[in-house]
């Protein structure tokens, strides 16, 4: 069974919010398997994050919140995880976190998301699904790709479910990576992050900050569209749709679309995929 999720990040003003549930409603008549809701660094959107994840549940459809650990002591991930568990969510996205500006990691009681995976085990037991983050091209701060791998695994072993993979437009580094984890003993889903394409100068800028790489023929592509929004959007459909063809096709388990809060993108997608 291929299962479908989306992603939305919190909004900081009552409109956009009105707007977001608007987009909710549309995407949940596809039955997704549930809807995650990011976390700014150091828990800088805690309860705009909140706002969002009782909105899904109430509209009766999963919440996945993002839970992050670097800049938040262990009783206030304490806290969260009970306010979580009373509001009856039982998905979490378990990630290390960006960092605050100015801050590192040495001031974090929990440095790493394999830490922040085994906290919550031993918090709260089986009562939440965890997904963890996974790089098929590599974390942007990770030393070398084995280590990389590593941290993977760690984050397997500490009680990870499934992961959901950053965003990348090359489908053979996905299957690079899960080959090389489950070499690795992992038999966890993988599910591949897929970011759909309709700006080019935004995706250029997000991407390089980020570490997905946009291959050369296709930014040389969405260049010479240079502002015909029509044209870059039709190119970013088949570009995505053909590359999540093959990732099902090769037996990936399900699609994660990264909205940007809105729907129509990741719905002409998945139309085009079922």
Not at 99 to 112: C, K, T
Not at 186 to 204: F, Q
Request: with cysteine; proline share 4%; net charge negative.
């Amino acid at each position: 069974m291929t299962t479908l999720s989306f992603e939305f990040f919190p909004t900081k003003t009552d409109e956009g919010t009105e707007k977001l549930l608007k987009v909710r409603d549309e995407l949940a008549a596809f039955n997704p398997e549930f809807f995650s809701v990011t976390y700014g660094a150091g828990g800088s959107t805690r309860d705009r994050t909140y706002a969002i994840v009782k909105a899904i549940q109430e509209r009766g459809i999963a919440a996945a919140p993002h839970l992050s650990c670097v800049g938040d002591s262990t009783a206030d991930l304490r806290s969260i995880l009970k306010e979580y568990q009373d509001l009856g969510i039982d998905r979490i996205v378990a990630l290390r976190g960006d960092l605050p500006s100015g801050s590192g990691l040495a001031n974090s009681e929990l440095r790493f998301a394999n830490e922040l995976v085994e906290f919550i085990r031993n918090e709260t037991g089986d009562h939440f699904k965890l997904e963890v983050a996974a790089y098929p091209e590599m974390h942007p701060q990770a030393t070398n790709f084995e280590q990389d791998l590593q941290n993977f695994v760690n984050k397997v072993k500490a009680g990870a479910d499934s992961a959901i993979t950053q965003y990348f437009f090359n489908a053979d580094s996905y299957f690079y990576f899960v080959d090389r984890v489950q070499a690795m003993g992992v038999d966890i889903p993988i599910i591949p992050g897929i970011m759909p394409i309709t700006n080019y100068s935004k995706l250029a800028r997000f991407s390089d900050s980020c570490g997905a790489e946009i291959p050369r023929w296709i930014r040389k592509q969405l260049e010479a569209y240079g502002d015909n929004s029509e044209s870059i959007q039709q190119f970013g459909e088949d570009v995505i749709t053909d590359m999540c063809r093959r990732l099902l096709d090769g037996g990936a388990p399900g699609i994660h679309f990264y909205t940007l809060n809105q729907s129509e993108a990741s719905l002409r997608v998945w139309r085009n995929l079922v």
